[in-house]
């Protein structure tokens, strides 16, 4: 059975180009490998990647996506709710279709890996009931661009007896997924040295 990692993105396009090119540097190292992205169509915006999703298709036969269903959004979310609360409910709901399309790609390939894009850290869980390794994409941007110490943005780490607070914390839906974001450490562990036998 053919190897393959599934990658989620949040819907807005700059974080789907950014899985994308994720896609197209581990097929850079595991050419081997198919690359299934998961697409989520939010109601607020129906059409804005398909222009790039029929590019990268058509240059790039071995990233596949996959179009999840639409979910409908309670009536207590407006068109007048913020942007990020009406994603975050959207990827909420969206679980059932994110199994399912992993249930329907493990049919003819083997699923080494299910990489999410942090918004997306909800799904960390459907992962887990189905015994694929999984984690959220945020960490691998962490030595992207270490700063430097002569650099302006530079700041001392902290002591420890500083208190790090983060934007995190007024979340309850992100502290839920923390702990699973912890603990799947696997493509972190192993990013260049994926087992695709």
Not at 73 to 82: A, E, F, K, Q, V
Not at 104 to 122: E, K, P
Not at 127 to 140: E, K, Q, R, V
Request: aromatic fraction near 6%; charged fraction near 10%; include cysteine.
């Amino acid at each position: 059975m053919e190897a393959a990692i599934v990658l989620y993105p949040s819907p807005p396009i700059g974080h789907l180009v950014a899985m994308v090119e994720l896609g197209q540097l581990i097929l850079t190292r595991h050419p081997s490998l198919s690359i299934h992205i998961l697409i989520t169509t939010p109601p607020y915006r129906a059409d804005d990647t398909a222009k790039y999703i029929a590019s990268v298709s058509t240059t790039n036969p071995s990233i596949i996506f996959h179009h999840l269903s639409t979910v409908s959004l309670p009536p207590s979310l407006t068109s007048s709710s913020n942007h990020e609360s009406l994603t975050l409910e959207i990827l909420r709901l969206n679980n059932p279709n994110v199994r399912q399309a992993l249930l329907s790609i493990s049919t003819n390939f083997s699923v080494r890996a299910f990489v999410l894009d942090f918004f997306c850290a909800i799904g960390l869980s459907v992962a887990a009931d189905l015994n694929i390794p999984a984690t959220s994409s945020s960490p691998l941007a962490l030595p992207a661009s270490p700063p430097s110490s002569t650099s302006p943005l530079f700041t001392p780490p902290p002591t420890r007896a500083s208190k790090i607070s983060t934007p995190l914390s007024a979340s309850q839906e992100c502290r839920r997924c923390l702990p699973l974001i912890w603990q799947s450490q696997f493509l972190i562990a192993t990013t260049w040295r994926i087992n695709v036998s």
